[in-house]
Protein backbone atom coordinates (compact mmCIF):
# COMPACT_ATOMS: atom_id res chain seq x y z
CA UNK A 1 0.00 0.00 0.00
CA UNK A 2 1.96 3.42 -0.85
CA UNK A 3 2.21 6.79 1.18
CA UNK A 4 -1.40 8.31 -0.59
CA UNK A 5 -3.47 5.37 -0.19
CA UNK A 6 -2.36 5.13 3.41
CA UNK A 7 -3.13 8.92 3.84
CA UNK A 8 -6.59 8.61 2.43
CA UNK A 9 -7.54 5.83 4.79
CA UNK A 10 -6.71 7.39 7.55
CA UNK A 11 -8.25 11.11 6.77
CA UNK A 12 -11.51 8.84 5.78
CA UNK A 13 -11.37 7.62 9.68
CA UNK A 14 -10.44 10.59 10.76
CA UNK A 15 -13.62 11.98 9.32
CA UNK A 16 -15.50 8.91 10.13
CA UNK A 17 -14.53 9.24 13.61
CA UNK A 18 -15.39 12.99 13.88
CA UNK A 19 -18.48 12.44 12.21
CA UNK A 20 -19.92 9.95 14.70
CA UNK A 21 -18.47 11.80 17.87
CA UNK A 22 -20.32 15.26 16.18
CA UNK A 23 -23.67 13.15 15.53
CA UNK A 24 -23.53 12.07 19.10
CA UNK A 25 -23.03 15.43 20.37
CA UNK A 26 -25.76 16.44 18.22
CA UNK A 27 -27.92 14.08 19.67
CA UNK A 28 -27.45 14.75 23.08
CA UNK A 29 -26.96 18.78 22.74
CA UNK A 30 -30.35 19.11 20.57
CA UNK A 31 -32.04 16.19 20.22
CA UNK A 32 -31.81 14.81 23.93
CA UNK A 33 -30.96 18.04 24.92
CA UNK A 34 -34.40 18.99 27.46
CA UNK A 35 -34.31 15.55 28.93
CA UNK A 36 -30.66 15.30 30.13
CA UNK A 37 -31.04 18.87 31.37
CA UNK A 38 -33.97 17.68 33.36
CA UNK A 39 -32.05 14.90 34.62
CA UNK A 40 -29.14 17.09 35.53
CA UNK A 41 -31.85 19.01 37.15
CA UNK A 42 -33.28 16.85 39.34
CA UNK A 43 -29.87 15.29 40.79
CA UNK A 44 -29.15 18.80 42.42
CA UNK A 45 -32.73 19.99 42.71
CA UNK A 46 -34.98 18.14 44.99
CA UNK A 47 -38.71 18.45 44.97
CA UNK A 48 -40.38 19.00 48.73
CA UNK A 49 -44.37 18.40 48.46
CA UNK A 50 -46.12 20.23 51.03
CA UNK A 51 -49.30 18.25 52.03
CA UNK A 52 -52.55 20.43 51.74
CA UNK A 53 -54.43 20.25 55.10
CA UNK A 54 -57.96 18.58 54.60
CA UNK A 55 -60.85 21.02 55.15
CA UNK A 56 -62.16 21.01 58.73
CA UNK A 57 -65.88 19.28 59.52
CA UNK A 58 -68.73 21.29 61.51
CA UNK A 59 -71.72 20.82 62.84
CA UNK A 60 -75.17 22.73 62.29
CA UNK A 61 -73.57 25.49 64.73
CA UNK A 62 -70.11 25.39 63.67
CA UNK A 63 -68.53 23.40 66.62
CA UNK A 64 -65.34 22.06 65.14
CA UNK A 65 -65.67 18.04 64.63
CA UNK A 66 -62.75 17.14 62.39
CA UNK A 67 -59.42 19.28 61.83
CA UNK A 68 -55.84 18.47 61.31
CA UNK A 69 -52.88 18.92 63.68
CA UNK A 70 -49.06 19.58 62.62
CA UNK A 71 -47.20 16.80 62.54
CA UNK A 72 -43.68 15.59 61.33
CA UNK A 73 -42.68 12.27 58.63
CA UNK A 74 -39.38 10.96 58.54
CA UNK A 75 -38.14 10.71 55.42
CA UNK A 76 -34.55 8.79 54.09
CA UNK A 77 -33.07 10.22 50.75
CA UNK A 78 -32.32 7.58 48.44
CA UNK A 79 -29.09 4.98 48.73
CA UNK A 80 -29.33 6.00 52.56
CA UNK A 81 -29.12 3.13 55.14
CA UNK A 82 -31.33 3.50 57.98
CA UNK A 83 -29.81 0.57 60.34
CA UNK A 84 -28.01 3.37 62.56
CA UNK A 85 -31.17 5.49 62.52
CA UNK A 86 -33.06 3.33 64.70
CA UNK A 87 -30.36 2.86 66.76
CA UNK A 88 -29.91 6.49 67.60
CA UNK A 89 -32.97 7.48 67.26
CA UNK A 90 -34.78 4.96 68.73
CA UNK A 91 -37.76 4.47 66.19
CA UNK A 92 -38.48 1.76 64.38
CA UNK A 93 -39.03 2.46 60.61
CA UNK A 94 -40.92 0.57 57.82
CA UNK A 95 -38.75 1.61 54.89
CA UNK A 96 -41.70 2.31 52.09
CA UNK A 97 -41.05 2.70 47.87
CA UNK A 98 -40.60 6.23 48.51
CA UNK A 99 -38.56 6.52 51.58
CA UNK A 100 -41.40 7.37 54.38
CA UNK A 101 -39.66 5.87 57.39
CA UNK A 102 -41.94 6.68 59.86
CA UNK A 103 -45.00 9.35 60.61
CA UNK A 104 -46.36 11.35 63.35
CA UNK A 105 -42.96 11.68 65.19
CA UNK A 106 -42.90 12.85 68.70
CA UNK A 107 -41.99 16.38 69.06
CA UNK A 108 -39.17 15.33 71.40
CA UNK A 109 -37.61 12.83 68.96
CA UNK A 110 -38.18 16.04 65.97
CA UNK A 111 -35.90 18.03 68.34
CA UNK A 112 -33.18 15.61 68.33
CA UNK A 113 -33.42 15.17 64.61
CA UNK A 114 -32.65 19.04 64.32
CA UNK A 115 -29.94 18.86 66.82
CA UNK A 116 -28.28 16.48 65.52
CA UNK A 117 -28.82 17.49 61.79
CA UNK A 118 -25.37 18.38 60.77
CA UNK A 119 -24.88 14.05 61.64
CA UNK A 120 -27.44 12.69 59.70
CA UNK A 121 -27.01 13.63 56.27
CA UNK A 122 -30.16 11.96 53.97
CA UNK A 123 -32.69 12.68 56.17
CA UNK A 124 -35.94 15.17 55.69
CA UNK A 125 -38.29 16.05 58.04
CA UNK A 126 -41.48 17.10 56.38
CA UNK A 127 -44.33 18.78 57.53
CA UNK A 128 -47.50 16.29 56.72
CA UNK A 129 -50.33 17.42 58.61
CA UNK A 130 -52.59 14.20 60.29
CA UNK A 131 -56.51 14.24 61.16
CA UNK A 132 -57.99 14.94 64.80
CA UNK A 133 -61.81 14.18 65.00
CA UNK A 134 -62.79 15.54 68.25
CA UNK A 135 -65.94 13.58 70.29
CA UNK A 136 -63.92 10.08 69.52
CA UNK A 137 -66.29 7.25 69.36
CA UNK A 138 -69.89 9.24 69.56
CA UNK A 139 -69.19 10.21 66.16
CA UNK A 140 -67.64 7.60 64.82
CA UNK A 141 -69.90 6.71 62.21
CA UNK A 142 -70.89 9.94 60.97
CA UNK A 143 -67.32 11.11 60.16
CA UNK A 144 -65.69 7.82 59.10
CA UNK A 145 -61.83 7.90 59.53
CA UNK A 146 -58.89 8.54 57.14
CA UNK A 147 -55.63 5.97 56.35
CA UNK A 148 -52.93 5.67 53.61
CA UNK A 149 -54.28 4.62 50.35
CA UNK A 150 -54.07 0.95 49.48
CA UNK A 151 -52.61 0.02 45.81
CA UNK A 152 -55.83 -1.42 45.00
CA UNK A 153 -57.08 2.37 44.98
CA UNK A 154 -54.22 3.65 43.25
CA UNK A 155 -55.26 2.02 40.56
CA UNK A 156 -58.58 4.10 40.10
CA UNK A 157 -57.27 7.40 41.95
CA UNK A 158 -54.92 8.50 40.02
CA UNK A 159 -54.78 12.06 41.42
CA UNK A 160 -53.14 10.41 44.13
CA UNK A 161 -49.77 8.86 44.97
CA UNK A 162 -48.74 6.37 47.14
CA UNK A 163 -48.26 7.02 50.93
CA UNK A 164 -51.49 9.97 50.69
CA UNK A 165 -53.76 9.93 53.22
CA UNK A 166 -57.49 9.30 52.30
CA UNK A 167 -60.59 9.29 53.75
CA UNK A 168 -62.09 5.37 54.13
CA UNK A 169 -65.16 5.81 55.69
CA UNK A 170 -68.11 8.16 56.72
CA UNK A 171 -68.15 11.32 56.00
CA UNK A 172 -64.41 11.80 55.43
CA UNK A 173 -64.86 8.97 52.23
CA UNK A 174 -68.30 10.21 50.97
CA UNK A 175 -66.75 13.72 50.45
CA UNK A 176 -63.34 12.98 49.81
CA UNK A 177 -63.10 15.01 46.88
CA UNK A 178 -64.31 18.25 48.58
CA UNK A 179 -62.08 17.68 51.68
CA UNK A 180 -58.30 16.80 50.13
CA UNK A 181 -57.14 20.15 49.13
CA UNK A 182 -54.24 20.78 47.00
CA UNK A 183 -50.71 20.07 47.16
CA UNK A 184 -48.22 22.37 46.94
CA UNK A 185 -44.30 22.12 46.90
CA UNK A 186 -40.48 23.56 47.37
CA UNK A 187 -37.67 23.26 45.39
CA UNK A 188 -34.28 23.15 46.93
CA UNK A 189 -31.02 22.85 45.65
CA UNK A 190 -29.11 19.50 47.10
CA UNK A 191 -25.20 18.29 46.91
CA UNK A 192 -24.39 14.95 45.48
CA UNK A 193 -24.59 13.85 48.75
CA UNK A 194 -28.50 14.82 49.03
CA UNK A 195 -27.76 17.97 51.38
CA UNK A 196 -29.64 20.95 51.54
CA UNK A 197 -28.10 23.73 50.15
CA UNK A 198 -30.55 25.93 49.37
CA UNK A 199 -33.53 27.42 48.25
CA UNK A 200 -34.15 26.88 44.21
CA UNK A 201 -37.18 28.13 43.88
CA UNK A 202 -39.90 29.21 46.29
CA UNK A 203 -42.28 26.64 44.64
CA UNK A 204 -46.34 27.02 44.95
CA UNK A 205 -48.44 27.22 48.68
CA UNK A 206 -51.18 24.33 49.34
CA UNK A 207 -54.50 24.86 48.87
CA UNK A 208 -56.50 24.09 51.58
CA UNK A 209 -59.50 21.38 51.52
CA UNK A 210 -63.14 22.59 51.79
CA UNK A 211 -64.55 23.09 54.75
CA UNK A 212 -68.52 20.87 55.25
CA UNK A 213 -71.16 21.98 57.54
CA UNK A 214 -73.17 18.76 58.72
CA UNK A 215 -76.51 18.92 59.60
CA UNK A 216 -75.96 17.40 62.80
CA UNK A 217 -76.24 19.29 66.65
CA UNK A 218 -73.32 17.95 68.38
CA UNK A 219 -75.16 18.96 71.63
CA UNK A 220 -78.14 16.75 70.68
CA UNK A 221 -75.70 13.92 69.64
CA UNK A 222 -73.87 13.50 73.16
CA UNK A 223 -77.69 13.16 74.20
CA UNK A 224 -78.30 10.95 72.47
CA UNK A 225 -74.61 8.65 73.34
CA UNK A 226 -75.63 9.79 77.34
CA UNK A 227 -79.01 8.30 76.78
CA UNK A 228 -77.59 4.95 75.68
CA UNK A 229 -74.69 4.47 77.60
CA UNK A 230 -76.73 2.05 79.88
CA UNK A 231 -77.06 -0.24 77.41
CA UNK A 232 -74.43 -2.28 75.59
CA UNK A 233 -75.60 -1.79 71.95
CA UNK A 234 -77.78 0.06 69.49
CA UNK A 235 -78.54 3.26 67.58
CA UNK A 236 -80.33 6.25 67.40
CA UNK A 237 -80.99 8.59 64.64
CA UNK A 238 -83.17 12.01 64.83
CA UNK A 239 -84.21 13.72 61.53
CA UNK A 240 -86.30 17.06 61.19
CA UNK A 241 -89.11 15.36 59.28
CA UNK A 242 -89.98 19.04 57.31
CA UNK A 243 -86.47 18.28 54.72
CA UNK A 244 -85.02 15.36 55.77
CA UNK A 245 -81.78 16.87 57.77
CA UNK A 246 -80.20 14.31 60.12
CA UNK A 247 -80.05 16.14 63.62
CA UNK A 248 -78.73 13.37 65.16
CA UNK A 249 -77.06 9.82 64.14
CA UNK A 250 -75.18 7.47 66.61
CA UNK A 251 -74.24 4.15 66.53
CA UNK A 252 -73.30 2.24 69.58
CA UNK A 253 -70.77 0.89 70.40
CA UNK A 254 -68.58 3.11 68.08
CA UNK A 255 -64.53 3.48 67.79
CA UNK A 256 -62.01 6.21 67.84
CA UNK A 257 -61.11 7.31 64.43
CA UNK A 258 -57.92 8.91 65.56
CA UNK A 259 -56.85 5.56 65.94
CA UNK A 260 -56.46 5.15 62.35
CA UNK A 261 -54.86 8.77 61.48
CA UNK A 262 -52.15 8.76 60.54
CA UNK A 263 -51.87 5.05 60.19
CA UNK A 264 -53.27 2.55 63.06
CA UNK A 265 -50.90 0.43 64.96
CA UNK A 266 -51.83 -3.60 64.26
CA UNK A 267 -52.85 -4.45 68.10
CA UNK A 268 -55.34 -1.83 68.51
CA UNK A 269 -56.73 -3.36 64.43
CA UNK A 270 -56.87 -6.54 66.11
CA UNK A 271 -58.89 -5.44 69.36
CA UNK A 272 -61.28 -3.48 67.01
CA UNK A 273 -61.89 -5.68 64.11
CA UNK A 274 -62.19 -9.04 66.81
CA UNK A 275 -64.40 -7.30 69.45
CA UNK A 276 -67.53 -9.36 69.88
CA UNK A 277 -69.95 -6.11 70.18
CA UNK A 278 -68.53 -5.26 66.39
CA UNK A 279 -67.85 -1.36 67.34
CA UNK A 280 -66.49 -0.61 63.73
CA UNK A 281 -70.07 -1.73 62.26
CA UNK A 282 -72.55 1.08 61.55
CA UNK A 283 -75.86 0.13 63.27
CA UNK A 284 -77.77 2.99 62.47
CA UNK A 285 -77.19 2.55 58.65
CA UNK A 286 -75.97 -0.87 58.02
CA UNK A 287 -77.74 -2.83 60.97
CA UNK A 288 -80.93 -4.89 59.99
CA UNK A 289 -83.58 -5.69 62.21
CA UNK A 290 -87.08 -6.66 62.24
CA UNK A 291 -89.21 -4.10 62.70
CA UNK A 292 -91.50 -5.41 65.48
CA UNK A 293 -94.66 -3.80 66.19
CA UNK A 294 -93.44 -0.33 64.35
CA UNK A 295 -94.42 -2.08 60.94
CA UNK A 296 -98.31 -1.95 62.49
CA UNK A 297 -98.27 1.40 60.97
CA UNK A 298 -97.80 -0.06 57.51
CA UNK A 299 -100.14 -2.57 57.45
CA UNK A 300 -102.90 -0.24 59.16
CA UNK A 301 -102.36 2.16 56.04
CA UNK A 302 -102.56 -1.06 53.81
CA UNK A 303 -106.13 -2.04 55.39
CA UNK A 304 -107.41 0.77 55.26
CA UNK A 305 -106.57 1.58 51.44
CA UNK A 306 -107.77 -1.70 50.88
CA UNK A 307 -111.08 -1.04 52.34
CA UNK A 308 -110.97 -3.69 54.68
CA UNK A 309 -110.55 -1.41 58.52
CA UNK A 310 -111.35 1.67 59.37
CA UNK A 311 -110.62 3.13 63.07
CA UNK A 312 -113.58 1.33 64.53
CA UNK A 313 -113.40 -1.88 62.72
CA UNK A 314 -113.44 -5.11 64.70
CA UNK A 315 -111.78 -8.45 63.88
CA UNK A 316 -113.37 -11.53 64.55
CA UNK A 317 -111.79 -13.26 66.77
CA UNK A 318 -110.77 -11.46 70.60
CA UNK A 319 -107.20 -11.69 71.93
CA UNK A 320 -107.15 -14.29 74.60
CA UNK A 321 -103.03 -13.95 74.61
CA UNK A 322 -103.16 -15.18 71.23
CA UNK A 323 -105.47 -16.43 68.62
CA UNK A 324 -105.50 -19.82 66.93
CA UNK A 325 -104.45 -19.87 63.31
CA UNK A 326 -104.63 -23.47 61.67
CA UNK A 327 -102.81 -25.96 64.27
CA UNK A 328 -100.85 -22.98 65.86
CA UNK A 329 -101.34 -20.43 68.73
CA UNK A 330 -100.14 -17.30 67.64
CA UNK A 331 -99.09 -15.57 70.85
CA UNK A 332 -100.01 -11.74 71.75
CA UNK A 333 -98.04 -10.46 74.79
CA UNK A 334 -100.91 -9.39 76.52
CA UNK A 335 -104.76 -10.68 77.01
CA UNK A 336 -106.44 -7.64 75.05
CA UNK A 337 -110.35 -9.01 74.48
CA UNK A 338 -111.94 -7.02 71.99
CA UNK A 339 -110.63 -3.95 70.42
CA UNK A 340 -111.00 -1.54 67.68
CA UNK A 341 -108.53 -0.82 65.08
CA UNK A 342 -107.32 2.14 66.77
CA UNK A 343 -107.13 0.15 70.00
CA UNK A 344 -105.13 -2.56 68.69
CA UNK A 345 -102.74 0.38 67.92
CA UNK A 346 -102.88 2.05 70.82
CA UNK A 347 -102.65 -1.61 73.02
CA UNK A 348 -100.04 -2.73 70.20
CA UNK A 349 -102.39 -5.92 69.85
CA UNK A 350 -100.67 -9.03 67.93
CA UNK A 351 -104.07 -11.30 67.81
CA UNK A 352 -105.92 -7.90 66.37
CA UNK A 353 -102.68 -7.41 63.50
CA UNK A 354 -102.40 -11.41 62.72
CA UNK A 355 -106.33 -11.31 61.20
CA UNK A 356 -105.27 -8.16 59.47
CA UNK A 357 -102.31 -9.32 58.16
CA UNK A 358 -103.99 -12.52 56.53
CA UNK A 359 -106.84 -10.70 55.10
CA UNK A 360 -104.36 -8.60 53.34
CA UNK A 361 -101.80 -11.33 52.18
CA UNK A 362 -98.23 -10.77 51.58
CA UNK A 363 -98.69 -9.11 48.10
CA UNK A 364 -100.75 -6.28 49.97
CA UNK A 365 -98.47 -5.54 53.00
CA UNK A 366 -95.19 -5.97 50.67
CA UNK A 367 -97.06 -3.69 48.05
CA UNK A 368 -97.42 -0.87 51.22
CA UNK A 369 -94.18 -1.71 52.28
CA UNK A 370 -92.99 -0.20 49.49
CA UNK A 371 -95.06 2.97 49.15
CA UNK A 372 -93.04 4.03 51.58
CA UNK A 373 -89.81 3.02 50.00
CA UNK A 374 -88.95 0.13 53.02
CA UNK A 375 -87.21 -1.89 50.64
CA UNK A 376 -84.86 0.45 49.18
CA UNK A 377 -81.37 2.29 50.27
CA UNK A 378 -82.36 5.94 51.84
CA UNK A 379 -80.09 7.32 49.90
CA UNK A 380 -78.49 9.36 53.00
CA UNK A 381 -74.77 10.68 51.80
CA UNK A 382 -72.68 8.06 53.49
CA UNK A 383 -70.59 5.58 51.43
CA UNK A 384 -72.43 2.86 52.62
CA UNK A 385 -75.94 1.44 54.39
CA UNK A 386 -78.27 -1.21 53.95
CA UNK A 387 -81.19 -1.26 52.16
CA UNK A 388 -83.90 -2.85 53.49
CA UNK A 389 -85.44 -6.75 53.14
CA UNK A 390 -89.56 -6.57 52.26
CA UNK A 391 -90.48 -10.45 51.47
CA UNK A 392 -93.37 -11.19 48.94
CA UNK A 393 -95.13 -14.18 47.38
CA UNK A 394 -91.69 -14.36 44.73
CA UNK A 395 -89.30 -14.44 47.70
CA UNK A 396 -90.99 -16.91 49.44
CA UNK A 397 -91.44 -19.23 46.60
CA UNK A 398 -87.82 -18.63 45.53
CA UNK A 399 -86.27 -20.04 49.46
CA UNK A 400 -88.86 -22.34 50.64
CA UNK A 401 -90.57 -23.50 47.06
CA UNK A 402 -94.11 -22.86 46.39
CA UNK A 403 -95.71 -25.06 49.04
CA UNK A 404 -93.01 -24.45 51.58
CA UNK A 405 -94.97 -21.94 53.34
CA UNK A 406 -98.17 -21.06 54.67
CA UNK A 407 -100.79 -18.16 55.34
CA UNK A 408 -99.36 -17.56 58.79
CA UNK A 409 -96.27 -15.80 57.33
CA UNK A 410 -98.41 -12.88 56.71
CA UNK A 411 -99.96 -12.91 60.21
CA UNK A 412 -96.24 -12.82 61.04
CA UNK A 413 -94.98 -10.10 58.74
CA UNK A 414 -98.07 -8.08 59.88
CA UNK A 415 -96.52 -7.71 63.41
CA UNK A 416 -93.21 -7.13 61.80
CA UNK A 417 -91.62 -10.21 62.78
CA UNK A 418 -90.05 -13.33 60.16
CA UNK A 419 -88.19 -12.09 57.38
CA UNK A 420 -89.13 -8.44 57.41
CA UNK A 421 -85.80 -6.38 58.35
CA UNK A 422 -85.03 -2.44 58.00
CA UNK A 423 -82.22 -0.54 59.38
CA UNK A 424 -83.06 2.00 62.05
CA UNK A 425 -82.33 4.85 59.68
CA UNK A 426 -84.55 3.71 57.08
CA UNK A 427 -87.31 3.43 60.13
CA UNK A 428 -86.81 7.36 60.95
CA UNK A 429 -87.21 8.03 57.36
CA UNK A 430 -90.75 6.10 57.60
CA UNK A 431 -91.77 7.82 60.75
CA UNK A 432 -90.60 11.24 59.38
CA UNK A 433 -92.63 10.32 56.23
CA UNK A 434 -96.13 10.03 58.95
CA UNK A 435 -95.08 13.34 60.76
CA UNK A 436 -95.00 15.35 58.19
CA UNK A 437 -98.17 14.12 56.63
CA UNK A 438 -97.09 12.13 53.37
CA UNK A 439 -93.86 13.55 51.71
CA UNK A 440 -90.15 11.33 51.73
CA UNK A 441 -87.39 13.14 52.07
CA UNK A 442 -83.65 11.26 51.23
CA UNK A 443 -82.04 12.38 54.57
CA UNK A 444 -79.02 14.77 54.25
CA UNK A 445 -76.06 15.10 56.69
CA UNK A 446 -74.34 17.63 55.09
CA UNK A 447 -75.98 21.17 54.63
CA UNK A 448 -73.25 22.99 52.87
CA UNK A 449 -69.36 22.78 52.06
CA UNK A 450 -67.41 26.53 51.69
CA UNK A 451 -64.48 26.64 49.84
CA UNK A 452 -60.84 28.39 52.04
CA UNK A 453 -61.66 31.47 51.13
CA UNK A 454 -65.46 31.45 52.06
CA UNK A 455 -66.82 30.35 48.53
CA UNK A 456 -69.77 28.34 48.88
CA UNK A 457 -69.01 25.57 46.49
CA UNK A 458 -71.90 23.00 47.29
CA UNK A 459 -75.50 23.12 49.09
CA UNK A 460 -77.96 20.28 49.76
CA UNK A 461 -81.09 20.55 48.35
CA UNK A 462 -83.96 18.25 49.55
CA UNK A 463 -85.68 16.64 47.02
CA UNK A 464 -89.17 15.18 48.15
CA UNK A 465 -91.30 12.48 46.81
CA UNK A 466 -95.40 12.06 47.54
CA UNK A 467 -96.45 8.96 49.17
CA UNK A 468 -98.70 7.49 46.99
CA UNK A 469 -101.64 6.99 50.47
CA UNK A 470 -105.22 8.95 50.52
CA UNK A 471 -104.54 11.93 52.62
CA UNK A 472 -107.08 10.31 55.86
CA UNK A 473 -105.00 7.42 55.78
CA UNK A 474 -101.73 9.45 57.09
CA UNK A 475 -103.98 10.77 59.48
CA UNK A 476 -105.00 8.45 61.03
CA UNK A 477 -102.07 7.38 61.48
CA UNK A 478 -101.00 10.09 63.02
CA UNK A 479 -103.51 10.05 65.05
CA UNK A 480 -102.98 6.58 66.37
CA UNK A 481 -99.66 7.00 67.13
CA UNK A 482 -100.32 10.21 69.34
CA UNK A 483 -102.57 7.90 71.64
CA UNK A 484 -99.75 5.58 71.57
CA UNK A 485 -98.10 7.80 74.27
CA UNK A 486 -100.99 10.00 75.16
CA UNK A 487 -103.66 7.37 75.82
CA UNK A 488 -103.57 6.05 79.60
CA UNK A 489 -103.42 2.38 78.20
CA UNK A 490 -100.67 3.20 75.69
CA UNK A 491 -97.61 1.05 75.00
CA UNK A 492 -95.50 4.59 75.07
CA UNK A 493 -96.42 7.03 77.26
CA UNK A 494 -93.47 6.27 78.98
CA UNK A 495 -92.21 8.58 76.20
CA UNK A 496 -94.64 11.59 77.16
CA UNK A 497 -93.46 14.95 78.50
CA UNK A 498 -95.53 18.15 79.53
CA UNK A 499 -96.25 20.49 77.46
CA UNK A 500 -95.36 19.34 74.00
CA UNK A 501 -97.19 16.29 72.39
CA UNK A 502 -95.23 13.21 71.47
CA UNK A 503 -96.41 10.93 69.13
CA UNK A 504 -95.22 7.39 68.76
CA UNK A 505 -95.24 3.56 68.26
CA UNK A 506 -93.35 0.85 70.95
CA UNK A 507 -91.96 -2.31 69.11
CA UNK A 508 -90.51 -5.38 70.42
CA UNK A 509 -88.70 -7.93 67.87
CA UNK A 510 -88.11 -11.26 69.22
CA UNK A 511 -84.72 -12.60 69.13
CA UNK A 512 -84.35 -16.26 68.54
CA UNK A 513 -80.44 -15.54 69.89
CA UNK A 514 -80.86 -13.90 72.94
CA UNK A 515 -83.30 -10.66 74.63
CA UNK A 516 -85.57 -9.31 72.67
CA UNK A 517 -84.44 -6.13 70.68
CA UNK A 518 -86.49 -2.72 71.92
CA UNK A 519 -87.92 -0.07 69.59
CA UNK A 520 -89.37 3.32 69.47
CA UNK A 521 -90.24 5.34 66.80
CA UNK A 522 -91.54 9.14 67.18
CA UNK A 523 -91.89 12.37 66.19
CA UNK A 524 -93.15 15.99 67.97
CA UNK A 525 -94.62 18.65 68.27
CA UNK A 526 -97.94 16.54 67.11
CA UNK A 527 -99.39 19.77 65.26
CA UNK A 528 -95.96 20.86 63.21
CA UNK A 529 -93.05 18.14 64.05
CA UNK A 530 -89.33 19.26 64.26
CA UNK A 531 -87.69 16.17 65.04
CA UNK A 532 -88.82 12.41 64.07
CA UNK A 533 -86.89 10.26 66.73
CA UNK A 534 -86.00 6.43 66.35
CA UNK A 535 -84.87 4.87 69.14
CA UNK A 536 -83.41 0.81 69.01
CA UNK A 537 -81.70 -0.58 71.79
CA UNK A 538 -80.15 -4.63 71.19
CA UNK A 539 -80.90 -7.46 73.19
CA UNK A 540 -82.31 -4.90 75.73
CA UNK A 541 -86.42 -5.88 76.38
CA UNK A 542 -89.56 -4.30 75.80
CA UNK A 543 -89.46 -1.18 73.63
CA UNK A 544 -91.97 0.65 75.39
CA UNK A 545 -89.92 -0.67 79.12
CA UNK A 546 -86.51 0.21 77.42
CA UNK A 547 -87.10 2.57 74.20
CA UNK A 548 -89.65 4.58 75.23
CA UNK A 549 -88.18 6.05 77.95
CA UNK A 550 -84.95 6.81 76.44
CA UNK A 551 -86.67 8.58 73.68
CA UNK A 552 -87.77 10.45 76.38
CA UNK A 553 -84.82 11.94 77.58
CA UNK A 554 -83.61 12.71 74.82
CA UNK A 555 -87.05 14.94 74.07
CA UNK A 556 -86.99 16.40 77.06
CA UNK A 557 -83.39 17.39 76.00
CA UNK A 558 -84.52 18.84 72.66
CA UNK A 559 -87.62 20.82 73.74
CA UNK A 560 -86.92 21.73 78.02
CA UNK A 561 -83.19 21.92 77.74
CA UNK A 562 -83.35 18.94 80.34
CA UNK A 563 -81.36 16.14 80.91
Known sequence: MDKDTKTR?????????????????FWLQIVYGKRYERLSMENCVKQVIIKAPRGLIYDSKKTILAETRPSYTLYLAKGEKISYLEDSLNLEFQELEDKRLVRDIPFHTVCMIEERRANIPGVDLVAEPVRRT???DTLSHIIGYVGQISKEELKTMKEYTAGDIIGKTGIEKQYEKYLKGENGANYLEVDAKGKEIGIFSPGRQPILGNNIYLSIDMELQKMC?????????????????QNGRVLAYYSRPGFDPNYFSPCIKEDIWRKLSQDPNFPLFDRAGKGRYPPASVFKLVVTAAGIEKDLVSEHSYMDLSCKEGIPIGNKFYK????????????????????????????????NIATYARVFELDKKTGIDLPEESEGLIPDEEWYNSH??????????????????????????RMATFISTIANGGIIYPPTLVDSIVSYNGKRVFTNTHHDKKVKLDGNTIAFLREAMLEVVQNQYGTGRAAGIQAVKVAGKTGTAQNPRGKDHAWFACFAPYDNPTIALVIFVENAGMGGEIAAPTARKILMYVFQKRE
Open 9 to 25: IATFVVIVLFTVLFARL
Open 134 to 136: YFA
Open 400 to 425: YGKKGWSRGVAANLAVGQGEILLTPL
Open 225 to 241: AKAMSGYKSGAIVAINP
Open 332 to 363: CWKKHGRLDLLDAIIQSCDAYFYQLGMQLGIK
